[in-house]
């Protein structure tokens, strides 16, 4: 899901041997694409709650600016990246999916400042002791967290950050409940896995970070419902999970969203930080 930085605050061995293919460097236009359950969707942008990120962000990057340089893991279509693009910082960012590589070419093509690397959470590819900040929106879920958390670690400088981000749909909501309801009528265990836990202990049990920190927040985007449902299409986790009932179990979800008669619904989430210090 998309990385939406509306929150409030809640505190709460080297491998360097992976070959980097440079994506390229790229300066154009790019349009307000925002996930919904791994799919692009169209959406208002990165508005809300600016003024109360800025406030918590600073104390990450009190200086900011070109020299201020971020690894973007899993940087998928662009989403995180162009937040941080937009700061001005230097952003490279990394993915092994080269349909959704081409996608966040394009997306941020503008950017002089963000060059894109083919690579994974557990080889970046990237150098040693380079990085003030390593991001992971969305995607830290899908490495091996331990090996994710050492490449982090050999890629930041001493004093840098590691954060880890989700865009959860709140399951209390009406439409969502319901939407749950079919999955689990085909999926009685259905289990979004880890990107739903708390990653505070699996940050700890490293021991290569401290200052740990979780932010959390809501917010709610008013979807068009093609676009939720082209969403469920592109669901990873629902598909292998219900194998053969997977378009069967879409088609029951696209009849139910139908049936509201609307052109749009609001869909909310709750979106979930952890940050931590490296150890160096």
Known sequence: MVL??????????????????I???????????????GRILKTSGLRAGRAREDAQLRKIYPGGGINYKVCDVGAGVAHLTLFLANKGFTVHAVEPNDAM?????KRTEEFKNVTWFEGVGEHTGQ??????????????????????????KRILKAGGYF??????????????????????????EYDYGT?????????????LFTDITHFSGKVTHKVPVEDVIEGWRSHGTLERQTGDKFNS????????????????IAVPYETNVYMAKVIK
């Open 195 to 207: 990107r739903r836990e708390d990653q505070t202990e699996v940050i700890r049990k490293s021991g």
């Open 4 to 21: 939406f930085f509306t929150f409030s605050h809640k505190k709460k061995k080297e491998k360097n041997g992976f070959k980097t293919k």
């Open 249 to 264: 179990v879409v088609d029951e979800i696209a009849d139910y969203l139908h049936s509201l008669g609307e052109e749009s």
């Open 23 to 37: 994506r390229r460097n790229f300066n154009e236009n790019r349009v307000g694409l925002h996930k919904f359950g």
């Open 101 to 105: 590589c081409k996608n966040g070419i």
């Open 127 to 152: 150098p040693a002791d380079f990085f003030d900040l390593v991001t992971f929106g969305s995607s830290f879920n899908v490495c091996n967290r331990e090996e994710a958390l050492e490449e982090s």
């Open 163 to 188: 954060a880890c981000m989700w865009n959860h749909r709140a399951l209390n909501d009406p439409i969502q409940k319901k939407i749950e309801d079919i999955i689990k009528s085909h999926v009685k």
